[in-house]
């Protein structure tokens, strides 16, 4: 693909998903987000096929026990466990994945769906402007976190799976961002207030998907080969969700927006259904490493491909990890022990 043309997305749009009937009697599978949206199908979709054991979280204890209600209703499975967590908050990562290992839990699926959309700057009590710690140093923390248990379940035969939603919004950061081959520090820069104009607020939500993009990109690359879990982006596609409700404050904007979604956009339960694909059916292996949208392996954007993007990757990487293992020293363990090293 390389870049997003409009009769590339309506095909995509107009897709019928498969729905997944993977058998997952023996796995634990954990949604992350599932109070609303796209977690909360998902979750649903998979408590419909009666895991061994579904772990669901959301932001609060309140939220928590309504997401759990609501999905065993809508599923017939009951002993869903609902758990806190967080993500503006780097304490709220390390209590949920201690909380995980004082319990002896495995883990064979992990959907990473947190996520955030807004176009006013403002920073979480850790110090970090808000989208970019919720949609990615907290997705991030929490995948190298969990990967010890992810790998600890998977087999040659059947990897485990780690699922970073994105999202087809990356492709709109094709040509940026612009001069960073001269920034001193990427994360720096993309957290500094003074930096953080509304133009770049308007397209921040964007760029966080293409950083978790190049994040699948380099973690996937660093685990051995054969991997024992396999990680992969996945594009939900254009879906009915309240994930933009703070961005446009323009009457006319929301309008105009509610009517494109309401001629194109998927529902938010076929889109979920990219998700639960990624999570538990077959051909794990060729999706390793790579972006899916609907359900299938896709190009991403020029910018991701190109020389500049992958030095920029490469760069994040070092920077995230530098961060992530000042933040909770199991990072840099876990990265030891499980990840190959840069050749100089």
């Not at 999905?71 to 466990?81: A, D, N, Q, Y």
């Not at 612009?178 to 104009?197: L, P, V």
Request: a negative charge; hydrophobic letters at 35%; charged letters at 20%.
């Amino acid at each position: 693909m390389g870049k997003l043309n409009f009769f590339t997305f309506l095909r995509e749009q107009w897709t019928e998903l498969p729905i997944s009937t993977a058998d997952v009697s023996d796995q634990t599978l954990i949604v992350v987000g599932a109070n609303v949206g796209l977690g909360n199908e998902a979750a649903v979709h998979l408590a419909q096929l009666k895991p061994k054991t579904l772990l669901i979280t959301s932001r609060d204890e309140a939220k928590c026990e309504l997401s759990k209600a609501d999905v065993e209703t809508r599923s017939g499975m009951t002993g869903i466990k609902s758990w806190p967590l967080e993500l503006s908050s780097f304490g709220s990562v390390r209590s949920f994945v201690d909380n995980f290992e004082a319990k002896g839990y495995t883990a064979n699926a992990l959907i990473a769906n947190g996520g955030l959309s807004t176009i006013k700057y403002a920073k979480t009590p850790d110090g970090y402007e808000t989208v970019f710690q919720v949609n990615y140093l907290s997705t991030a923390l929490l995948s190298i976190l969990m990967l010890p248990h992810l790998i600890k379940t998977g087999t040659p035969e059947h990897t485990s799976r780690l699922v970073i939603v994105s999202s087809m919004a990356h492709y709109h950061i094709a040509d940026s961002p612009k001069g960073a081959d001269e920034w001193s520090s990427i994360i720096g820069t993309i957290n500094d207030e003074a930096y953080c104009t509304s133009s770049v607020m308007k397209n921040r939500y964007n760029l966080s998907k293409l950083l978790q993009l190049m994040f699948v990109r380099e973690l996937s690359s660093r685990l051995p080969t054969p991997t024992l879990v396999t990680v992969s982006a996945v594009n939900p596609g254009f879906c009915h969700s309240r994930l933009g409700r703070e961005v446009d404050p323009n009457p006319f904007l929301k309008f105009t927006k509610s009517v494109y979604k309401g001629l194109l956009a998927r529902t938010t339960e076929m889109g979920s259904r990219t998700l639960v694909h990624a999570a538990i059916e077959l051909g794990e292996r060729e999706r390793h490493g790579h972006y899916l949208s609907s359900c299938e392996v896709t190009e991403e954007s020029d910018y991701v491909l190109s020389v500049e993007g992958r030095e920029f990757s490469k760069r994040l990487w070092h920077e995230t990890l530098k961060i992530l293992g000042d933040i909770d020293p199991r990072v840099n363990t876990i990265v030891s022990e499980h990840l190959t090293q840069d050749i100089a």
